[in-house]
């Protein structure tokens, strides 16, 4: 039975792809103007920072990350409201799920210091019992580490949780990690050709309504 819901944050609970995507298109373009499309980014959406930031370093030619990555932070930390625009009925679906009695948490591809940050600010944080950022994982997500980092965390077995995101990279991180992979189309239907979700909602409302149901019927 499904008794831990572990929760993706960018493009799933907040709405901040076009956030993000300005943060990360500023930064390349610093480094490696014209290199990287915006139909790129957004493809590429839900893919490790660190890995894509390190690309454009080696673009650029630097040796390393560090100065890209601190280049990135800057815009962020300048421009952090913009990532903490909640979809409609997250927090009240949050709140119902956790009196539901679900476990909740997160797995992030985000850096722990904006996860926690953004969290505070959208008036979450207290609803997790687990966060598992980019920062606490050799590899984040498509890598099944972050999941089975939080399971650990929560004393949960694969079976008893379900991963929620927005893209390929949570699927694929699910799928490794043997847990169940949801998908919440936000920005619209995906084409699932090698990593296909279990379930697939329009908005958090429909999932929030099942989850509900198939508790209080004590199934999946």
């Keep these: 039975m499904i008794t831990a819901l572990l929760f993706d944050l960018d493009g799933t609970l907040l709405d901040s792809r076009d956030a993000v995507i300005d943060a990360v298109a500023f930064t390349a373009n610093e480094y490696a103007p014209g290199l990287f499309s915006r139909e790129e980014l957004v493809a590429r959406f839900g893919e490790s920072f660190d890995d894509f930031l390190a690309a454009v370093a080696a673009a650029a030619g630097l040796p390393d990350k560090s100065e890209v990555l601190q280049k990135y932070f800057a815009f962020v930390r300048q421009n952090h409201a913009q990532h903490v625009r909640l979809f409609p009925f997250v927090r009240e ?23 926690v940050a953004g969290l505070e600010m959208a008036e979450l944080d207290h609803l997790f019992d687990v ?36 893209s390929r990279y949570d699927v694929l991180a699910a799928v490794g990690a043997g847990v169940q992979a949801v998908v919440l189309e936000w ?19 429909a999932f929030v309504t099942e989850m509900l149901a198939v508790k209080t019927e004590g199934g999946r």
Excluded: C, H
């Design 93 to 115: 679906g949050l709140e119902k799920l956790r009196d539901a009695g679900y476990v909740l948490a997160i797995v992030t591809n985000k850096q722990r210091e904006f996860a």
């Design 131 to 166: 966060i598992v950022s980019v920062d606490d994982v050799s590899r984040g997500k498509p890598s099944a580490e972050p999941v089975q980092k939080a399971l650990a965390e929560l004393g949960k077995q694969p079976t008893e949780a379900m991963m929620i995101g927005d």
């Design 187 to 205: 920005y619209g239907k995906e084409e699932w050709s090698y990593a296909v979700p279990d379930f697939t909602y329009p908005n958090f409302q």
